[in-house]
């Protein structure tokens, strides 16, 4: 756990400028097992200072890897007199931030390490089990990953805050062959706010993931190529938490929208289906807690939920303090920095499309001629809101009933578009909450929604 060397500190921060004081450390513990090899052994810690001060709309930054008073007195001077002699030289129109309430956010879900040992041992276990369990197994692999982030900070106008997200992982991945030969692979996964010791306690609580992953990967390779064209499709909720993250929620976000994105011309209009709601939820969703918990961010702003599209009106951006003054928005604490070096960024947090109404079996019924996509293994979308992801695992509906698996495939289309042919959403929430968003950060996110049916471009052979 982090010990507060920079507590007294808040005295040398300079009148009239906005500063935010940080000592921040990243830890990292992974092992990876393949094919009963141990191929990834790794345990690091991350840690230092950062201040960032802000006049007349214009920001100083410094940092250093070294997380004492001493440090955090140097930081703070560099910052303040980056700040200052910026404001000096650099003509450009000053947007102020926006005001906040100040506080203070204790802290919750405290960092308990693990001595690597026992993580070799519990991988190793799975790996065991997976050997005996799999026969037809060409290849594969187990990885144990505990990523977590703890953080200090201080404000000048904001919250002050001691937070902590532990997040665990594991990650399965399997290759079998076809009937003529070819490898056909699939991978799931899962994620936890815990640390190792919460999550990993008996390694029978994940033979579960493997049975099923095998089930699934020996369907596949009797899987047939998905017919090309424009198709009426069922996406999964991991298939519409990716569409809710790299699709939509990439060009809300505020310093993308100044760049020229799709979402700001749209503001206030219907990008989608009057069914479609899709919210940035801070750490609360339906009542229930949501993967990956944030409560202030590193602006010192207590975070709320951000409510982006609205009964399939675009109603909102995410913001930091700036952006939310400029587009005459409320800050919900989106602004988020991965290591202690890391200036804070626009980023979402737990971004999910609503459920509905409609139960998925009734949705199946629905399609003579059609395709259930359930999981994808990577995407990519750009400002203009067209995507291209990836399916690793999906099925042929047909005459209201899933029939064949397909093999591995692509769909694609423009958001804003293909989400205007949804017309029935499932009463049902699938999250994905082992994400790592690569906007400059390598920042933890989830995402989620229920399933969708909607008419898509899918790929073929």
């Known amino acids: 756990m982090l010990q507060d060397n920079i507590a007294g500190l808040k005295s040398l921060f300079e009148t009239g400028m906005t500063t935010e ?40 930054f410094s940092s250093m890897a070294d997380t004492s008073s ?41 960092i308990v390490d693990t001595e690597q040992k026992q993580i070799v041992e519990f991988a190793k276990e799975l790996d065991s089990y997976m050997a005996k369990k799999c026969p037809e197994l060409k290849s594969h692999s187990i990885v144990l990953r505990e990523q977590s982030r703890e953080k200090i900070l201080y404000t000048s106008d904001g919250y002050d805050a001691h937070t902590a997200i532990p997040r665990s992982s594991i990650y399965v991945r399997m290759t079998v062959l076809t009937p003529d030969g070819k490898p056909v692979e699939l991978m799931d996964s899962w994620s936890e706010l815990a640390n190792y010791i919460d999550m990993f306690k008996d390694p029978k609580d994940f033979y579960k993931i493997i049975d099923d992953t095998y089930t699934a990967v020996m369907r596949k390779r009797e899987g047939v190529y998905a017919e090309a064209g424009l198709k009426m499709v069922i996406l999964g909720g ?15 976000e505020a310093d993308l929208v100044r760049g020229g994105s799709v979402a ?5 209009k219907q990008v989608a289906s009057p069914l479609i709601s899709l919210t940035d939820y801070a750490y609360e969703a339906f009542g229930k807690p949501v993967p990956l918990p944030v409560y202030i961010d590193e602006e010192g702003t207590k975070c709320k939920d951000c409510e982006i599209i609205k009964d399939g009106i ?12 400029q587009y005459n928005q409320e800050p919900c604490g989106n602004a988020r920095a991965y290591g202690f070096s890391d200036e804070p960024l626009i980023r979402m947090r737990n971004t999910l499309i ?28 750009d400002y203009t809101g067209e995507f291209i992801f990836g399916v690793n695992e999906g099925y042929e509906i047909k005459n209201g009933k ?13 958001a804003f578009e293909m989400l205007k042919t949804v017309d029935m959403v499932s009463d049902n929430i699938t999250w994905s909450p082992s994400g790592t968003c690569g906007k400059k950060q390598p920042m933890p996110v989830s995402d989620g929604g229920p399933e969708i049916r909607c008419k898509i471009t899918i790929g073929g052979r």
């Open 21 to 60: 004081l940080r000592e921040h450390e990243n830890r990292i513990r992974r092992v990876v097992i393949t094919d009963g090899d141990v191929q990834d052994n790794v345990r690091t810690n991350t840690a230092g200072v950062s201040a960032r001060v802000g006049k007349n709309g214009i920001y100083g």
């Open 354 to 381: 609503h459920p509905g109404k409609d139960k998925l079996e009734d949705m199946i019924a629905s399609i003579d001629d059609g395709y259930y996509l359930v999981q994808s293994g990577n995407g990519q979308a």
């Open 264 to 268: 700001g011309p749209n503001l206030g």
């Open 402 to 414: 899933i029939t064949r698996p397909i093999l591995d495939t692509t769909v694609s289309g423009i």
């Open 70 to 110: 001493e440090a955090g007195k140097a930081v703070l001077k560099a910052a303040t007199d980056n700040a200052v002699f910026m404001d000096k030289h650099i003509n450009k129109e000053r947007i102020l931030p926006a005001e906040i309430p100040t506080g203070k956010e204790a802290l919750r879900n405290p």
């Open 314 to 325: 675009l109603v909102g951006f995410m913001n930091n303090r700036e952006t939310a003054k």
């Open 238 to 252: 991991e298939m519409a938490g990716m569409l809710a993250h790299e699709a939509v929620g990439h060009t809300v």
